[in-house]
């Protein structure tokens, strides 16, 4: 399948966002980097859009993303963003199940996917109730939060297995996107250490770019 013009030079400019980005984050310019850091989600989000227009989950998932990004410049509006990152794994965990996997989904991965949602919830819980400086809700938020994004893989896991062709970039991206979230959790409750926005940042591009890419080849094939 060949995609629209559009679209590469969507894919582009979310190259040369993510260049800007991680600049700006190595020089460690919060203030640029936080008003441009939408941008990259933005290109990503159309060039899913152009590349895959009736596959809505891929895209909306991207664009749930950008809103994350928007929503946490503001503490006042920080928990929505989680909630907007929350709901864009939700849609990826649904694009692989009802158009990768072709809703096929037996019994023993739905135990899988909710064991480790609940087992991950509640490492992640004990390990952020160490922490005196945050409250119950947002430890709660964190755990719930990050146990969603590592449920993730076994779903992916299993369509790379019974479907394979390029879900295991989606795969390497969720695994990245771990990482990513990992750097967060640690500087959000411990102590941060000098540019740790830019692994944070290289992680989390690589991770929406892989996942994206691995869902529209995919299906594209």
């Given at each position: 399948m060949k995609f629209p013009i559009p679209a590469?030079?969507?894919?582009?400019?979310?190259?040369?966002?993510?260049?800007?980005?991680?600049?700006?984050?190595?020089?460690?310019?919060?203030?640029?980097?936080?008003?441009?850091?939408?941008?990259?989600?933005?290109?990503?989000?159309?060039?899913?859009?152009?590349?895959?227009?009736?596959?809505?989950?891929?895209?909306?998932?991207?664009f749930l993303g950008m809103l994350g990004d928007i929503l946490d410049l503001n503490l006042k509006t920080f928990y929505f963003g989680v909630l907007s990152f929350f709901i864009a794994h939700i849609c990826y965990i649904l694009e692989v199940i009802l158009d990768v996997l072709g809703s096929y989904f037996p019994w023993y991965m739905t135990v899988a996917l909710l064991g480790t949602f609940l087992v991950v919830t509640i490492l992640m819980y004990l390990y952020c109730k160490k922490k005196p400086t945050?409250?119950?809700?947002?430890?709660?938020?964190?755990?719930?939060?990050?146990?969603?994004?590592?449920?993730?893989?076994?779903?992916?896991?299993?369509?790379?297995?019974t479907v394979g062709k390029f879900m295991y970039l989606s795969l390497i991206g969720a695994l990245f996107f771990i990482s990513s979230d990992s750097i967060l959790v640690y500087a959000h409750f411990g102590p941060k250490f000098k540019r740790y926005h830019f692994y944070d940042m290289v992680t989390y591009l690589i991770a929406e770019v892989l996942i994206v890419l691995g869902f529209v080849l995919t299906l594209a094939i």
């Open positions: 590469f030079i969507f894919l582009g400019l979310f190259v040369v966002a993510s260049v800007i980005q991680l600049v700006l984050a190595w020089q460690e310019k919060e203030k640029f980097r936080r008003k441009e850091k939408f941008a990259c989600l933005l290109f990503l989000g159309l060039f899913a859009v152009f590349a895959f227009p009736d596959k809505p989950l891929i895209y909306i998932g991207a945050h409250n119950m809700i947002d430890k709660i938020g964190q755990s719930i939060y990050f146990a969603t994004l590592v449920s993730y893989i076994p779903v992916i896991l299993f369509a790379v297995i």
